[in-house]
């Protein structure tokens, strides 16, 4: 079994920084595409940002140069630093990454949720 726990989140006020990590455990053989998605109430899933196993990333126009994505292949991490926050990036953000299990097929597995709030 797989599992995603991501730590980081919290209060902030506008223009401030956060840094959300998510690390993936059990028996991985290899992780493809990492990303993160968030959720504000109300709204659909989004996608924030990804990044593949040889660092190609991908953003959402709305966090472009505010926030980056990284990740660390050996340990199976991924980390998101936003900068300059916004009230609208207040979300519950969700880790996720695409995953081969030894003896499993590859499939897409999530993390809990951390709750991000940017006050204005």
């Known amino acids: 079994q797989v599992r995603l726990v991501e730590s980081g989140g919290g209060f902030v006020k506008a223009?401030?920084?956060?840094?959300?990590?998510?690390?993936?455990?059990?028996?991985?053989?290899?992780?493809?595409?990492?990303?993160?998605?968030r959720?504000?109430?109300?709204?659909?899933?989004?996608?924030?940002?990804?990044?593949?196993?040889?660092?190609?990333?991908?953003?959402?126009?709305?966090?472009?140069?505010?926030?980056?994505i990284s990740r660390d292949n050996a340990k199976y991490t991924?980390?998101?630093?936003?900068?300059?926050?916004?009230?609208?990036?207040?979300?519950?953000?969700?880790c996720n990454a695409d995953v081969r299990a030894n003896g499993s097929p590859r499939r897409v597995y999530w993390g809990q949720g951390t709750q991000v709030i940017v006050s204005s």
């Not at 223009?15 to 998605?37: D, E, H, V």
Request: glycine share 12%; charged share 15%; proline share 3%.
């Open 15 to 37: 223009g401030g920084s956060l840094r959300l990590s998510c690390a993936a455990s059990g028996l991985i053989f290899n992780i493809n595409t990492m990303g993160w998605y």
């Open 39 to 68: 959720q504000a109430p109300g709204k659909e899933r989004e996608l924030v940002a990804t990044i593949n196993s040889g660092g190609s990333m991908d953003y959402a126009d709305s966090v472009k140069g505010r926030f980056t």
């Open 78 to 94: 991924v980390a998101l630093q936003m900068n300059s926050l916004k009230p609208e990036d207040t979300a519950v953000y969700y």
